[in-house]
């Protein structure tokens, strides 16, 4: 299922799309846990930026469902261009979901807009009767058009300086609080 909507979405922004199963979910062995869910997106983001070679500058995470959480964790600990949601980052935030979601109760998406630091939260979409797994499929052209509008916001914002500067060095290495 998954597959087919990159290759739409990537299609429709005309936008490169990385990839990877989860360790335990798709086609990845493994136990899942939350620990392995950062491993996971900590390597497949040093894979792109040390291995293929995308500056940080390029790289817009898009956490969706369970890929939220170490979208989140990694956009606390190193430097990304933005972020399609929110909690405490430092990158321009858009936040997408859908009002009749079945898995994530929508009261989720109202405390991530009333929690985004000011200043880098783009203005959030709201589908009206989006579920969890359909907010394309039911708003199909608002929907891309909502996102083309972000990506476009992002190409015309600047990247400020005190984001560089924080971001400057690599963080990228496993925390615990």
């Given at each position: 299922?998954?597959?087919?909507?990159?290759?739409?979405?990537?299609?429709?922004?005309?936008?490169?799309?990385?990839?990877?199963?989860?360790?335990?979910?798709?086609?990845?062995?493994?136990?899942?846990?939350?620990?392995a869910l950062y491993?996971?997106?900590?390597?497949?983001?040093?894979?792109?930026?040390?291995?293929?070679?995308?500056?940080?500058?390029?790289?817009?995470?898009?956490?969706?469902?369970?890929?939220?959480?170490?979208?989140?964790?990694?956009?606390?600990?190193?430097?990304?261009?933005?972020?399609?949601?929110?909690?405490?980052?430092?990158?321009?935030?858009?936040?997408?979901?859908?009002?009749?979601?079945?898995?994530?109760?929508?009261?989720?998406?109202?405390?991530?807009?009333?929690?985004?630091?000011?200043?880098?939260?783009?203005p959030p979409y709201?589908?009206?009767?989006?579920?969890?797994?359909?907010?394309?499929?039911?708003?199909?052209?608002?929907?891309?058009?909502?996102?083309?509008?972000?990506?476009?916001?992002?190409?015309?914002?600047?990247?400020?300086?005190?984001?560089?500067?924080?971001?400057?060095?690599?963080?990228?290495?496993?925390?615990?609080?």
């Open positions: 299922m998954i597959i087919q909507y990159f290759r739409e979405v990537s299609h429709i922004l005309d936008v490169n799309i990385f990839a990877y199963d989860y360790t335990g979910y798709g086609m990845s062995t493994g136990t899942p846990s939350e620990e491993a996971d997106i900590e390597a497949a983001f040093k894979y792109l930026r040390d291995i293929v070679g995308i500056p940080w500058s390029e790289i817009v995470l898009y956490g969706r469902s369970i890929g939220s959480g170490p979208s989140i964790h990694l956009a606390t600990r190193t430097a990304v261009r933005a972020m399609v949601l929110q909690r405490q980052v430092k990158c321009p935030v858009y936040i997408v979901h859908g009002t009749s979601d079945e898995i994530i109760s929508y009261s989720h998406a109202e405390d991530l807009i009333r929690n985004c630091q000011e200043g880098i939260a783009y709201m589908v009206e009767n989006g579920g969890h797994n359909n907010l394309e499929v039911v708003a199909r052209q608002p929907f891309y058009e909502n996102f083309t509008k972000f990506l476009q916001w992002l190409e015309k914002s600047d990247i400020a300086d005190e984001l560089t500067l924080v971001h400057a060095k690599d963080q990228c290495s496993p925390q615990r609080d």
